[in-house]
């Protein structure tokens, strides 16, 4: 067998080290925006939560040692002047951890130990290991010393604050190794089946299988390609709690939800070469799909959000997936999306249209995905052009669903639906120039200098000619080095880090190159798609982006963006090899 690769190196301050399927990542990230000194272990279950703080010591002393961090998708090391420290997953909910030449302590995060948080800590003779648990996630990490020694045992049964946790090191000049295990209230004793090597191999051949699967025409002409596909990969959790299928988080980082917009990127990224879980990664916002027939704003480990939601981008999505499966989707899968898709318009088609009204209304800006947009400066509850360009589309696909399941007269009225959903956008917010928005309260209307007004390039092919040509020539105006600015960078409200009022954000970038495109604008395509990839190739898989600087910002470990490199490149690939 040949060895694995071992793949493209990375920052943990960056990205966090975990595998597929894994509810747990090793990193210095412990909270939002806040990095520790050293590499914890942190769970994504009931929230995140740092669990244990990972130290490296020095053999002699047993005080902190300095070393740098090194990792690649199979393998974290620890590298000192007297020695190093490896660590690998053995599998979702074990990590196997080996060192020679330095000790090493595995401590409890917190301090202090309260009837309700914190995290208890006792020797388990039963195992014979020690074993942590934690209020705070619901779970126990059980130590198992392999080879070598306990060195120092701290805090055992120990109540409120303390130091808990213990010391390992090597017996003269060998190697020690350990097993830590996430696990529920109780497992058999841990036992040795694999050695260290081959737990690494293993580790590397399931990234390199997924990366073959995702992205095997990437080249060097797109070097970000195996490291996006290492940020999915790696933030992929396995069903548990009210995550109901296999799930692509947005992060292991502070973002680690399903929002209901983002999963559509990561599911059309996965859906060629790993059609299955892209079908999960589009479904799983519907499993929690509430009796009005709307979606949640979020879904996580546990907790569902309603209290707002996310954008109808859903139609655009499934008919983009259903082109990219390798195999087309049976009747019956057709007929389940298409009754979840039907649900999820009519709700926006009832419960956000006032009386009389023609177009659906946005109740605050984070319904939109663009929360703090410009757009939403005058009022919050807004009629705008996105929301109804991306409606027409998903009436459009519904009438396509409704024609391939033999649903004649739903045909019709679905294609009659979307027809006049854009001709009351076109009629009502297009001012013959560019569109505008209006106040639900007011009635007034107002433009703005922000991207979101020219979202309806969404509409493609469908637009008459002048208006996709006068929202090509605004588009253009967005367009900074790095990609499309959310906000003019001459508008008074640009801020460098304003979240949706002037950063680059990856699903902007898919919808507006996606309508350019389908509208015939190719040149300017090409363009945006280039710039974007470029800022990924150089800034990493952020959130979003400054759109003067391209410095990664917020959450620099993001899946949609990892995703929607994925994609751009992919396309552009097959566009360069034809």
């Known amino acids: 067998m040949t060895a694995a690769r071992p793949g493209p190196a990375f920052s ?17 990230v412990v909270a939002e925006k806040t990095y520790a000194e050293d590499l914890h272990l942190v769970s994504h279950q009931n929230g995140m939560h740092a669990v244990l ?66 995290t208890y800590f006792f020797h388990d003779p039963a195992a014979d290991a020690y074993v942590f648990t934690s209020y705070e996630t619901g ?32 017996e003269g000049d060998g190697a020690w190794e350990i097993a ?49 596909a290492y940020v999915v990969w790696s933030a992929t959790v396995r069903p548990a709690g009210l995550v109901t299928r296999p799930a692509v988080l947005m992060s292991k980082h502070w973002m680690d939800k399903v929002w209901s917009w983002d999963h559509c990127f990561n599911a059309l990224a996965l859906a060629p070469g790993c059609p299955e879980l892209a079908l999960d990664q589009f479904a799983l916002p519907f499993d929690h799909q509430d009796d009005s027939g709307a ?4 879904v996580t480990h546990a907790e569902v959000l309603y209290n707002f939601v996310k954008p109808p981008i859903h139609g655009w999505a499934f008919g983009h997936l259903r082109r990219r499966l390798p195999t087309p989707l049976t009747q019956a899968e057709l007929a389940k999306n298409y009754d979840r898709l039907e649900r999820w318009t009519d709700f926006w088609l009832t419960a956000r249209r006032g009386p009389d009204a023609e177009l659906a209304h946005y109740q605050h800006g984070n319904d939109s995905g663009w929360d703090n947009a410009t757009t939403f400066d005058p009022e919050r509850a807004v009629v705008t052009a996105d929301l109804a360009a991306f409606l ?58 922000g991207l979101l007004d020219l979202m309806p390039i969404v509409l493609g092919e469908h637009l008459p000619g002048d208006v996709s040509n006068a929202l090509a020539h605004h588009i253009k105006a967005h367009l900074t080095p790095y990609g ?28 507006v190159e996606d309508g350019l495109r389908r509208a015939g604008h190719h040149r300017l395509a090409d363009d945006i798609s280039a710039r974007f990839r470029t800022l990924c190739e150089t800034h990493g898989f952020a959130e979003n982006f400054d759109a003067l600087t391209g410095t990664g910002l917020r959450d620099r470990a993001y899946t949609w963006t990892a995703s929607s490199y994925l994609l751009l490149a992919e396309a552009h690939a097959h566009r360069a090899g034809r």
């Open 484 to 511: 499309l600015a959310t906000e003019l960078t001459t508008s008074p409200h640009y801020l460098a880090d304003g979240y949706w009022r002037g950063p680059i954000w990856a699903p902007a970038t898919v919808l």
């Open 12 to 28: 943990v301050r960056d990205i966090p080290f975990s595998t597929y399927g894994s509810w747990f990542d090793i990193s210095p």
């Open 392 to 449: 027409a589309l998903q009436q459009r696909e519904l009438a396509e669903l409704a024609e391939v399941l033999g649903k004649v007269d739903a045909a019709r009225r679905w294609r009659a639906a979307a027809e006049k959903t854009q001709a009351a956008l076109l009629d009502q917010l297009w001012t013959g120039d560019r569109f505008v928005a209006r106040g639900v309260a007011t009635g007034e209307s107002w433009s703005s200098a």
């Open 139 to 170: 779970r126990r990490y059980r130590v198992t010393l392999l080879a070598g020694t306990v060195a120092e045992a701290a805090g055992a049964q120990a109540l409120g604050s303390a130091e808990r946790g213990l010391a390992v090191t090597a």
């Open 53 to 118: 703080r990972l130290v490296p010591r020095n053999t002699t002393k047993g005080d902190r040692a300095e070393t740098r961090v090194e990792a690649t998708p199979g393998l974290l090391s620890w590298l000192g002047a007297s020695g190093h420290i490896d660590l690998a997953y053995e599998s979702p909910d074990t990590v196997r951890l080996r060192g020679s030449g330095l000790g090493f302590g595995v401590l409890a995060a917190a301090h202090a130990l309260t009837p309700f948080s914190g």
């Open 180 to 228: 830590i295990e996430e696990l529920g209230t109780s497992r058999p004793p841990y036992t040795n089946s694999a050695s260290f090597e081959d737990v690494v191999e293993s580790a590397r051949g399931a990234f390199a299988d997924f990366a073959d699967a995702v992205a095997p025409w990437r080249s060097a002409a797109t070097p970000a390609a195996e490291l996006a």
């Open 295 to 298: 979606l949640p704003d979020s």
